[in-house]
Nanobody, 121 residues
Framework: QVQLVESGGGLVQAGGSLRLSCTASGRLSSVNDMDWYRQAPGKQRELVATITRGGSTNYADSVKGRFTIARDNAKNTVYLQMSSLEPEDTAVYYC???????????????WGQGTQVTVSS
């Protein structure tokens, strides 16, 4: 069984910072691209940032210069450092990873349970 567990959400004032973490566990062969998505009330889920196994990154325009995605391959963990937070960043943040399970050759998408980030004005 493969599992993604997120942590680090919470309530913060505008202009503040938070760091989210997401760790993949289980019988893993490899963890490929890892992403952070978010979904605000009444809105569609949107891609926030992505990082390849080699460390290449991409960001949504709305978070460029404020958020940083990083990963530790030895720990199968991805991080999202969020700075200069705005009320518009309020959402449930989800981790997504493309994982090859041990004993298999195909990669599938797995999702975390989500962590709430609330930014007060």
């Amino acid at each position: 069984q493969v599992q993604l567990v997120e942590s680090g959400g919470g309530l913060v004032q505008a202009g503040g910072s938070l760091r989210l973490s997401c760790t993949a566990s289980g019988r893993l062969s490899s963890v490929n691209d890892m992403d952070w998505y978010r979904q605000a009330p009444g809105k569609q889920r949107e891609l926030v940032a992505t990082i390849t196994r080699g460390g290449s990154t991409n960001y949504a325009d709305s978070v460029k210069g404020r958020f940083t995605i990083a990963r530790d391959n030895a720990k199968n963990t991805v991080y999202l450092q969020m700075s200069s937070l705005e009320p518009e960043d309020t959402a449930v943040y989800y981790c997504n990873a493309r994982i090859v399970k041990a004993g298999t050759i195909f990669a599938y998408d797995y999702w975390g349970q989500g962590t709430q980030v609330t930014v007060s004005s």
